[in-house]
């Protein structure tokens, strides 16, 4: 584990601690395989990861510790427009943007301080300050273009 992974590991048992939860070995076990594994995963993907850590873990108890880690500000839900729930690890003070292939799925995270920039800059134009926002970029990604795959 990484430290960045042991941190959020602790800072996920405190929040446990001052929820009054229960913290279980298959609690923890999902956490950690959560924080260690990047990119964006729906449940069904999270789930098929963690029965290669441990095959006795049920898929609802993935699902509410899923859910507790992002009570606990430490994953974040993203829907695409499939309406697919996927799951990533929260990182504060790291805001990115997300470019989806709309035929293999393929998600890229990006980053531009001229695209955040110009966002505030919009918000602030019409009376705004900003908590937060979504941005996701719809098309098709390098590989379906080059293999012939249309948008259907």
Do not use: W
């Not at 427009?81 to 990115?96: K, L, M, P, Q, W």
């Not at 908590?131 to 390098?142: E, F, I, K, Q």
Request: glycine letters at 8%; charged letters at 20%; proline letters at 1%.
């Amino acid at each position: 584990m990484t430290e960045q992974q042991d941190i959020a590991q602790k800072d996920f048992l405190d929040f446990m601690a001052r929820a009054g939860l229960s913290v279980t070995s298959q609690r923890r076990a999902i956490a950690a395989a959560f924080f260690g594994l990047s990119g964006h995963h729906s449940l069904e993907e999270f789930y098929q990861h963690i029965l290669t850590v441990d095959p006795g873990i049920g898929q609802t108890t993935v699902y509410r510790t899923l859910k507790l880690l992002c009570e606990a500000g430490l994953a974040t839900e993203i829907h695409f427009s499939d309406g697919i729930a996927r799951y990533e690890v929260a990182r504060t003070n790291s805001h990115h943007d997300h470019i989806v292939c709309l035929r293999c799925g393929k998600v890229q995270e990006i980053f531009d301080q001229r695209i955040e920039k110009l966002q505030r800059e919009m918000a602030r134009a019409h009376g705004f300050t900003l908590s937060g926002h979504v941005h996701h970029l719809y098309g098709m990604c390098a590989e379906c273009r080059v293999a012939g795959k249309g948008v259907s």
